[in-house]
């Protein structure tokens, strides 16, 4: 069975930085692309970062959004079989649940940014002004 759990969230003030983990089990996530969206409340899901597959070549490419560029990095771990998002520079608009996700594709559909398959429940982050 595939399962996602993010972690890490949790209130941090405007400008703060947060580093979101998310681990698997049922599956390696090194094998397959992930990533990573939000959803605020009364808002629709946003697409934040992806990451490619490891076991590729030129694996761990990676992708943003708009929303992410120059503030969110993502990143693996594979001994830790983890994958994370570093955010930076964070903002009170920030303040969502975030969570990861994965279509089992070793690279990314085109498109990824509105959604994948599997998700996990998410982890909230609140940016205080």
């Known amino acids: 069975q595939v399962q996602l759990v993010e972690s890490g969230g949790g209130l941090v003030q405007a400008g703060g930085s947060l580093r979101l983990s998310c681990a698997a089990s049922g599956f390696i996530l090194d094998n397959y692309a992930i990533g990573w969206f939000r959803q605020a409340p009364g808002k629709e899901r946003e697409g934040l970062s992806c990451?490619?597959?490891?076991?590729?070549?030129?694996?761990?490419?990676?992708y943003y959004t708009e929303l992410a560029k120059g503030r969110f990095t993502i990143s693996r771990d594979s001994d830790k079989n983890m994958v994370y998002l570093q955010m930076d520079n964070l903002r009170p608009e920030d303040t969502a649940t975030y969570y990861c996700?994965?279509?089992?594709?070793?690279?990314?559909?085109?498109?990824?940014?509105?959604?994948?398959?599997?998700r996990g429940k998410g982890t909230l982050v609140i940016v205080s002004s």
């Open positions: 996700a994965t279509d089992l594709r070793r690279t990314p559909d085109s498109t990824w940014y509105n959604g994948m398959d599997y």
């Open positions: 990451i490619s597959s490891s076991i590729i070549s030129g694996g761990n490419k990676t």
